[in-house]
C-alpha cells in the first residue's frame, strides 16, 4: 500500500504512535515524555547518517538498503508525532517553511 497523501500519512502515524504508549505503559508504568520522543528521534536520525556513510562506503559497517530506507521513513514518522504532541500542524509548518524558502530563493 502507498501511502501519497499527507493526512492518510499523519493518521497512520499518530494510530501506530498510540500503540507504542500502550507499549510504554505496560513496560515502564507510563508513557515517553515528548522530550523521550524527541530523544529517540534524535537517535534514529544518527543512525540515518551512519547507514548513508555505509551506503556511500564511508563507513566499515555494512548496513543494508532496507535499514536506511526504514530509519527515513522513521524519522519522517518522528517528525508526524512530535509535531502532533506539541500542538503544531507538521502541514502547515511545512507549507509555511516552502513557502518562506521559496520567497527566500527567487
Partial sequence: ???NN???IIKRSLE???QYHKLER???GSEWTVEEDALAFLTDTGLIGRNI???QNRWPKANSQ???EHKLGESI???VVLADRM???IEEAVEKFLTKTEKLLK
Fill in 26 to 28: 505496560q513496560h515502564h
Fill in 66 to 68: 532496507e535499514e536506511l
Fill in 53 to 55: 556513510m555505509s551506503q
Fill in 77 to 79: 514518522w518522528w517528525l
Fill in 1 to 3: 500500500m502507498r501511502t
Fill in 6 to 8: 499527507i493526512e492518510e
Fill in 87 to 89: 500542538d503544531i500542524s
Fill in 16 to 18: 501506530i504512535r498510540k
